[in-house]
């Protein structure tokens, strides 16, 4: 009786920790109301408070669909305030599901840029944003061996057009591959902003715990910018449903010359410029970087024509040889 008992409270415990998962606040986080999105969102299904919405964007009791299982759909929403949070936490709760088992397109996008409410056509926002773009890319349009959906991230400064073709290769600060379609469980992505430095982790296993996708210092993000979701379909397509938007003020020590930036007028970027991060089962096929000669490639041209040089030394010198004799010969 006893060990029923607490077999029970065990399974009610396990079921709590299943439904609080990925849902808790970060550690000294303040959930801010105005950049949230919760249930529920609208009294009237028409308006929200903090947020607006625009195109195929629908509101339902338990769900904010940006786009339905339908070709050429597209669809957004906008937190109405901007964010002057220097250090921030946002969980974002979704559901990406369709009738293709392996084919759909072409995902949806996280933003926090200065542009808000424009169409385009980057996951059905605009292109050349200035600000950060994570990328929930369904669909694989460039040549990597890799199985996706891949999440990728970009910081765009008002002139770098996405990678398309390359699946935002080009201008990538990082990428992971991540499995979250059609699960009958609830996916979660977690976004830190701190000091400079982007985490962006992952609750899309059923671990109830965060995975990290990718984790990058100098990020530079001025405060004042607007949060957004945005989702597109082209001619395959999915349900991109939007459930819970969480951020939260983070308390971090700083400095009283940090303190003293004004952190409003940095221009969006990154510090360390590198190449762009690969998947790590990538091998590399359709790689940018491929398209130039790599350093063994050169070693090897090198030897080959320091070869090629010792060859034509050794023939010219027999050539020589042989007509200093012929030459010898006829003065006999
Ligand atoms: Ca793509």
Known sequence: MMLDCGLRTLIVVFCLVNIIRGQTAPEGGFLKREHSLVKPYSGNGMTMPFWDFRDNAMITNNFIRLTSNHQGQLGSVWNKQPCFLRDWETHVHFKVHGGGRTLAADGMTFWYTRERLTPGPVFGSTDEFRGLAIFLDTYKNGQQAVTFPQISAMIGNGSMKYDHMGDGRLNSIGSCLASFRNKDYDTFMS??????????????????????????????????????????????????????????????????????????????????????????????????????????????????????????????????????????????
Not at 243 to 258: D, F, H, M, N, V
Not at 297 to 309: N, P, R
Request: some cysteine; overall charge negative; proline content about 4%.
């Open 191 to 332: 976004i830190r902003y701190v000091k400079q430095r982007l985490t962006i982790q992952i609750d899309v296993d059923n671990q109830g715990k965060w995975r990290e996708c990718m984790d990058v210092s100098g990020v530079m993000l001025p405060s004042g910018y607007f949060f957004g979701v945005s989702a597109a379909t082209g001619d395959l397509a999915d349900n991109h449903d939007l459930i819970s938007i969480k951020t939260y003020q983070l308390e971090i020590q700083r400095t009283p010359e940090e303190e003293a930036e004004d952190w409003a007028t940095v221009l969006p970027g990154i510090k360390f410029l590198k190449p762009p991060i690969d998947n790590v089962d990538d091998d590399g096929k359709g790689d940018y970087r491929n398209s130039s000669v790599s350093g063994s490639k050169m070693l090897l041209i090198i030897i080959c024509g320091l070869l090629g040089a010792g060859i034509c030394i050794v023939v010219g010198y027999v050539v020589f040889q042989k007509r200093q004799e012929q030459n010898r010969k006829r003065f006999y």
